[in-house]
């Protein structure tokens, strides 16, 4: 682990922050993801929802899958559900998936891979281990992110992006000892392959044991860091974050919304960490509008959810292919 990796020696480097002209963000608070069920039984762990979600919009969820080595035969995955009102994103860090949706999209999304779904205005979709993985077992590990969408376009239609390893753009600290990967937004000066709707900053980086990170960041952003693996601290106060851990800074309306994030690597990283703190460094411009959420569907009213249960129910989302049989999901249940 990771999949994506590179000499950070020979990649363009973050601008050095002077220390004394940033205003550093604080963070907020620390959360501790939960463990949950998901698809065909594989379990994922959620920092969020859960928390005030307005230090997290855009962002409406965020799943972290594995890392897990399967023995053969256990690799789950989901049955064909629906989507409307937002965009899901699914990063691959070790081992493969296999997506595929009714606007045809999809295809396998390996090593460092991302799949940027935007559902929008319906769509239906189905994840999957290869059938390699199921046979034989083998090393898991990806999140998956959602995306709120704006009022305007939640209607507009569904698209798919598929971003390869290679497209993902690489970065070094400015003093050359840690990685960023940068899948979707800037960050100094740098741009990630993702396009969005709603503009957000999607890093992995990977920090050096006993390294220090510093990323220029929009003060109109939110700002989150979520720990894939090892410890370390975010803030300039070094609040602790251990694996499964979301460190929420100031939000972009809270006093304290400054234009620097600060996070450090400990010194010493437990074994499957030697290599240093795998983070998501994560955050998008608020959007700020009401959130009515309810199964796999996001909008801004009751009466929009109740909308989106009535189409899909008509197949007004997109036909699955006749060789594929849907499964219960979520949007058969009754609206409560």
Do not use: C
Not at 53 to 75: K, Q, R, W
Not at 209 to 220: D, F, I, K, M, S
Not at 296 to 313: G, L
Request: aromatic share 8%; net charge negative; proline share 8%.
């Amino acid at each position: 682990m990771p999949a994506v990796k590179a000499d950070p020696l020979t990649l363009p480097r973050l601008p050095l922050l002077p220390e004394d002209d940033t205003d550093w963000r604080r963070v907020a608070k620390v959360v501790t993801a939960k463990r949950h069920l998901e698809g065909e039984g594989f379990q994922v762990r959620r920092p969020f929802p859960g928390m005030d979600l307005s230090l997290a919009d855009p962002f409406l969820l965020l799943d972290h899958m594995g890392a897990v080595e399967y023995a053969p035969g256990e690799a789950k995955g989901t049955p064909w559900h629906p989507h409307r009102g937002f965009e899901t994103v699914t990063y691959i860090i070790d081992g493969a998936f296999e997506h595929q949706d009714t606007t045809g999209g999809g295809g396998l999304i390996a090593d460092g891979g991302t799949q940027w779904m935007t559902a929008a205005s319906g769509i239906q979709h189905i994840e999957q281990p290869p059938p390699d993985l199921v046979a034989k077992g083998g090393l898991f590990h990806g999140v998956q992110l959602w995306v709120n969408l704006p009022r305007a376009q939640k209607w507009v239609a569904p698209r798919y992006q598929d971003i390869r390893a290679r497209d993902v753009k690489l970065l070094a600290a400015d003093d050359g000892s840690s990685l960023v990967r940068v899948i979707a937004g800037s960050v100094g000066g740098y741009d990630g392959p993702g396009v969005t709707y709603t503009p957000i900053n999607y890093l992995h980086a990977t920090v050096a044991p006993g390294a220090r990170l510093t990323l220029p960041w929009p003060r109109e952003f939110n700002a989150m860091v979520y720990v894939l693996s090892g410890r370390g601290t975010a803030g300039v106060e070094e609040a602790g974050l251990d694996e499964g851990q979301l460190g929420v800074f100031a939000g972009s309306h809270h006093k304290g919304s400054g234009d620097g994030l600060v996070v450090r690597a400990a010194g010493t990283q437990p074994q499957a960490s030697a290599g240093g703190w795998e983070i998501l460094v994560l955050g998008g411009l608020p959007i700020r509008e009401p959130v009515a959420r309810y199964g796999p569907f996001v909008m801004n009213t009751r009466d929009e959810i109740v909308q989106a249960f009535e189409d899909f129910q008509a197949g007004r989302m997109g036909t699955v292919p006749a060789e594929k049989v849907p499964h219960r999901s979520a949007a058969d249940e009754p609206l409560s």
